[in-house]
């Protein structure tokens, strides 16, 4: 199994990144997705998720508006289009897969599957 994620980097705030995960070894249509981050010296936090079918979409409430999930089941992928940023959404922004859309946790233990995270620096 793997989740890789990418497209993290360095933007101002007020600027836009968006990010991909790319998953293979497991069946990816069956599982509802999620991003996760977490913050220097910080636990990591649930960020959004979507349905299995792409069907419904859930959001914290930190990110609300300015974040995007969506998913492509025939390339198995998942993004997270962010805009509006703010230097307090400066992580490690991390996929999984699994896990509850109505009760998510913050922790890989809540999750079936956890990816590689890629770096998002929001500083002027």
């Known amino acids: 199994v793997q989740l890789q994620a990418c497209g993290g980097g360095l933007v101002q705030p007020g600027g836009s990144l968006r990010l991909s995960c790319s998953a293979s070894g497991f069946a990816f249509g069956s599982y509802d997705m999620h991003w996760l981050r977490q913050a220097p010296g910080k636990g990591p936090e649930w960020v959004s998720a979507?349905?299995?079918?792409?069907?419904?979409?859930y959001y914290a409430e930190s990110v609300k508006g300015r974040f995007t999930i969506s998913r492509d089941n025939a390339k198995n992928t998942v993004d997270l289009q962010m805009n509006s940023l703010k230097p307090e959404d400066t992580a490690v922004y991390y996929c999984?897969?699994?896990?509850?859309?109505?009760?998510?946790?913050?922790?890989?233990?809540?999750?079936?599957?956890w990816g590689q995270g890629t770096l998002v620096t929001v500083s002027s």
């Open positions: 979507i349905k299995s079918d792409g069907g419904l979409t």
């Open positions: 999984a897969a699994g896990g509850s859309t109505f009760y998510p946790g913050n922790t890989r233990s809540d999750y079936d599957y």
